[in-house]
């Protein structure tokens, strides 16, 4: 029996596995049947993980969608909430039907997506258990499939930042079940699936392939970030910029709106990340702090560079610098030490505010809420310094080498750390890539992915829900 179960400080893991002998698989404990299973799980666990479930949903709606809703212009506010919240109820359903199936059983021989054995959620029950990253210690499978199901709704709402105010509703609704279902549900597979620890002794090879690698990834640094991020901007660039930019003026209607989302996205965060320990105690702690500090360091840092550069510390730039941090942190949450997730947030702001303020107009894409400039490339900040903050030499937290019963942490290598991480990255960013470009083309030369000149500067509240934000 395979359990489902996401990484989480086990980088290494594949690399010791690799060596294990049949003898030495045979002397590990055995995988417990499932009524044993069922003894072997904690009340405050399920309590932590249904909340945070929870809190990444309050990410998304109503936190990602007043974020972006506010940075747009009055005449597309109501389109952008439509966006997000539709993207989140179609994901949700989708998620239930085969995302949960093909991120988060056994592939086989094939570690780039799992099979349909779970497809409409077969066999997943109220009697069902899903692994922690403790030994003899699970979840309800239900409480993983909602948990999870939120990071799929989330993800593909951030893409949408990217082209807002000029992509037909259809047309993205279409994009999004068939971006989930050819690019997000492998990635997490990739990234996030292997047998459990309990497992290792009969399942040794079944994992996906970035989890073999060994590659670092506690919240969802590439799976969220990198992911959506490099889709946006595929995006962006294929739909063609907004009728005016950059010569007419595209301010934020309501940064009151983006700050009380920025806000909520902040909250809803920790249980993003803290709750991807899968368990209550000490790691927890760890990710819920480093998110917190990380946060405040990143928007310190890019208000000092606003007031440096222009003279005055915007909101706008705040709110910003504190996703930046968010995002950087999210791969390594669980890893690193507060002082070093402090460096983290410090360093990702000034990165992200020179690609939001100097390559985008270098080269004159239109990414409309700056996703591939915070999202993607605070993504791929926080994914490298992964493999530095994680070092125990610097108050890490290593990984757990789950070889050992019960595990314990295994030798860490910085260097080959790095490299991993890289390799991570890179496939994340041509997955994502080459899949959302092909998307993109056949939609658009299929039903069309932009809506008419006219529809567009009359603003898509009106023409696309016939309905507006505000009453004038």
């Known amino acids: 029996m395979s359990i489902s179960k996401r990484l989480c400080g086990v980088a290494g893991a594949f690399a010791a596995l690799a060596a294990v002998t049949p003898v030495w698989a045979a002397d590990m404990v055995k995988a417990p049947d499932v009524a044993a299973q069922a003894t072997m799980m904690n009340k405050g666990d399920v309590a932590w993980m249904l909340l945070s479930a929870v809190l990444v949903l309050m990410m998304a709606i109503p936190g990602l969608a007043l974020f972006y809703g506010g940075l747009v212009r009055s005449k597309n506010m109501l389109s952008v909430l439509m966006q997000v919240f539709m993207i989140v109820a179609v994901c949700g359903l989708i998620w239930c039907g085969w995302g949960y199936s093909i991120a988060f059983t056994s592939g086989g021989d094939n570690h780039f997506f799992g099979g349909l054995s ?223 997730s402090i460096l983290l947030g410090f360093a990702v702001s000034p990165i992200c505010y020179f690609f939001v303020t100097k390559v985008k107009s270098m080269f004159g894409y239109d990414d409309s809420l700056d996703v591939f400039g915070v999202h993607c490339i605070g993504g791929i900040v926080g994914a490298i310094a992964t493999a530095i903050v994680a070092d125990p030499a610097l108050g890490g937290q290593g990984f757990f080498d789950y070889t050992q019963f019960p595990a314990g942490v295994g030798a860490y290598d910085m260097a080959a750390q790095l490299i991993t991480q890289v390799k991570a990255v890179a496939l994340t960013l041509v997955w994502s890539g080459v899949g959302s470009a092909v998307l993109f083309f056949i939609i658009d030369k299929t039903i069309g992915l932009r809506p008419s000149a006219e529809d567009e500067q009359q603003g898509l509240d009106l023409t696309s829900h016939g309905e507006r934000a505000y009453n004038m």
């Open 118 to 340: 779970k497809a409409f959620l077969a066999g997943v029950t109220s009697g069902t258990y899903a692994a922690t990253f403790s030994n003899n210690l699970y979840l309800p499978e239900l409480v993983f499939v909602v948990f999870q199901m939120t990071f799929a709704m989330i993800t593909p709402a951030l893409i949408v930042g990217a082209f807002a105010e000029r992509v037909k509703f259809s047309a993205l609704m279409v994009f999004v079940i068939a971006w989930s279902t050819i690019v997000y549900y492998p990635i997490a597979h990739m990234v996030w699936y292997w047998a459990g620890p309990d497992f290792l002794p009969d399942a040794p090879t079944d994992y996906g392939l970035i989890w073999g690698w060994g590659a670092l990834d506690f919240a969802g640094g590439t799976v969220v970030h990198i992911n959506a991020g490099i889709a946006g901007l595929v995006g962006c660039l294929m739909i063609g910029k907004r009728i005016g930019f950059p010569k007419e003026p595209m301010a934020p209607h309501s940064l009151v709106m983006t700050m009380i989302g920025a806000s909520l996205l902040w909250v809803g965060w920790f249980g993003f990340n803290a709750g991807s320990n899968l368990e209550a105690n000490g790691v927890t702690a760890v990710a819920f702090v480093n998110t917190m500090v990380a946060t405040c360091a990143a928007a310190v840092a890019w208000a000092l560079i606003e007031q440096v550069h222009h003279g005055k510390a915007s909101m706008l730039g705040a709110v910003t610098g504190a996703v930046a941090g968010l995002v950087a942190i999210t791969p390594a949450s669980g890893f690193a030490a507060p002082m070093t």
